[in-house]
């Protein structure tokens, strides 16, 4: 492929893919800054694989593995969140009741919140599921089993469900 | 609910989207910048001081100087109690969303207010503690204290000048601490009427 043509290539998939691959970041990080150096470190790892993708798996799942390889690079160097990586931490969501403030964006910012504090194994195969990804696509993303994609997720949501219920 | 619902559900949500303000996110960042900072010099006057004065001590075991060095140890601690404490909890924003923002800066503002207060009697505390010792040690501590903490010399007038200067700059703070929390409450009503009970 030519500088031009991979150019081209790299612009569209990023368009196609820019919202979701922000969200992800934001998974993995803090902060908006944080976010937003996660997110180029995954488009020039992006930039960087593109030339070797050969059509194995389907583009968007190329780019999500790229991306959270991204993720679990940046949450090695972050001592802060990399307890999250093997503890499974109880999800208490601090924000006001539901049913109380009750516009969409806040339980949108809730749901947020309770994804954000999610044990990292559950929480890429929640933003994977989330961002649209079948069972078999997160299973390639990961590098684990459709059946681990499954308990992890059931897993996942009876956490979620728990931590947005507790508001209620 | 159904279970593929509530994935549905909870899908929306997540793609939903958000955007932070512009100027509310730098503000947050200018912030934490200003909170690194603000960490970095205490752990200097840490080192300085209570290295200083340890290391005084060492060389000179006298009961004064040892006093000397425990006094300051004692308020460097007092210190950083408050500076963790009010800090606790403000380092980060909950999720990035506007309403985390505004949340992570209401709860900046009133640790600040909180903490403006102990500074104010801390210093008290660590000026009249300096005052006296130096005023015990001086040469001319058998003038009248009052003369002597007036008008004996120039370091002094610089200590209560800087003292002046100390607490106006506290009270310019404050009450631009408590405008600012007065706006983003408001805000924050504005958001989520529920939002300010969880944050009291």
């Known amino acids: 492929m030519d500088r031009a043509a991979l150019e081209q290539h790299f612009d569209r998939v990023l368009a196609a893919n820019g919202a979701a691959l922000t969200r992800l970041a934001a998974s993995y990080t803090n902060t908006p800054s944080d976010r937003d150096d996660l997110l180029q470190e995954i488009a020039i790892a992006i930039w960087q694989a593109l030339p070797r993708f050969r059509g194995d798996c389907s583009e968007r799942t190329f780019l999500f593995r790229i991306a959270h390889n991204r993720g679990i690079a940046y949450l090695a160097r972050s001592r802060s969140q990399v307890a999250g990586l093997a503890e499974e931490i109880e999800v208490y969501d601090p924000a006001p009741d539901p049913e109380s403030g009750l516009a969409q964006e806040q339980r949108a910012a809730r749901l947020r919140r309770a994804v954000h504090r999610l044990p990292v194994a559950y929480r890429q195969v929640v933003t994977l599921t989330l961002e649209g990804l079948g069972y078999g696509e997160i299973a390639e993303v990961l590098g684990i089993s459709e059946s681990n994609v499954g308990v992890r997720l059931s897993r996942a949501r009876q956490i979620l469900r728990e931590s947005l219920e507790n508001r209620k | ?200």
């Open chain 2, 1 to 200: 609910m159904n279970m593929d619902a509530e994935l549905d559900v909870w899908r929306g949500q997540w793609q939903s989207g958000t955007t932070i303000p512009l100027d509310l996110r730098r503000r947050v960042e200018r912030r934490s910048r200003l909170m690194k900072v603000g960490l970095i010099a205490d752990i200097l006057v840490t080192i300085v001081m209570g290295g200083g004065s340890t290391v005084w001590a060492l060389y000179s075991p006298e009961p004064d100087t040892i006093l000397l060095s425990a006094v300051i140890w004692l308020f460097l601690a007092a210190a950083w109690t408050i500076v963790l404490t009010f800090s606790r909890g403000a380092w980060f924003p909950s999720a990035l969303d506007a309403a985390a923002f505004v949340d992570l800066t209401v709860r900046r503002c009133r640790g600040a207010l909180a903490a403006i207060r102990f500074a104010a009697g801390l210093y008290l505390c660590e000026i009249a503690f300096c005052l006296g010792w130096i005023y015990n040690h001086s040469p001319e501590h058998r003038k009248r204290l009052l003369t002597w903490l007036f008008f004996s010399s120039l370091r002094i007038d610089i200590v209560w000048l800087a003292t002046l200067a100390f607490f106006g700059f506290l009270i310019w703070y404050r009450r631009n601490q408590r405008a600012e929390l007065a706006h983003l409450v408001t805000l924050r009503a504005q958001i989520s009427p529920s939002a300010d009970e969880r944050l009291a």
